[in-house]
């Protein structure tokens, strides 16, 4: 069977260490990873009518991001069924458990000792993930603080 993970992201490359250790963790059951950022939107009406949450993803992740999930891609094949990026643009917890029952989400991974660091209009949803009361599980891993992004790709391989 199947499972739908959801991991918070903030297009860095370290953030997807979370992802990692999810996979590793889940050993070899085939998954359906969400990889979730979340943002706050403008209550414009012209930027709403404009807004393209596709563009949004393309402008946000980098070139190092984007090869890191190819990298984790290709390590996990035989356990990874999808993997796609979501954008949530909620403010509460309600908001948040209608983007978790919309995704059936099976479980959430969180990083325990990672601070997630939005971009610009960006926020970090654990604290609304805790108090949601849905299952998740945090997993920690070292963080050696790496200076480049690529230490940060080099990371995803200890």
């Not at 414009?44 to 949450?53: A, M, N, Q, R, W």
């Not at 997993?139 to 200076?147: C, N, Q």
Request: net charge negative.
């Amino acid at each position: 069977m199947e499972k739908k993970i959801l991991i918070p992201i903030d297009f860095r490359v370290e953030s997807l260490n979370t992802l990692k250790y999810a996979l590793d963790d889940l050993k070899q059951e085939k998954s359906n990873i969400i990889l979730m950022y979340s943002e706050y939107i403008s209550d414009s009406i012209t930027e709403l009518l404009f807004y393209d949450p596709a563009k949004k993803i393309r402008e946000l992740a980098s070139s190092d991001f984007n090869d890191a999930i190819a990298i984790i891609n290709n390590t996990h094949e035989s356990s990874l069924h999808t993997i796609k990026i979501e954008l949530f643009n909620g403010l509460n917890k309600n908001a948040f458990l209608n983007f978790y029952e919309a995704h059936a989400i099976d479980l959430i991974y969180l990083p325990k000792d990672y601070c997630l660091k939005p971009h610009k209009n960006g926020f970090d949803p654990t604290p609304l993930i805790k108090k949601s009361k849905v299952e998740y599980k945090e997993v920690a891993w070292a963080s050696d603080l790496p200076t480049t992004n690529k230490d940060e790709l080099t990371q995803l391989f200890k």
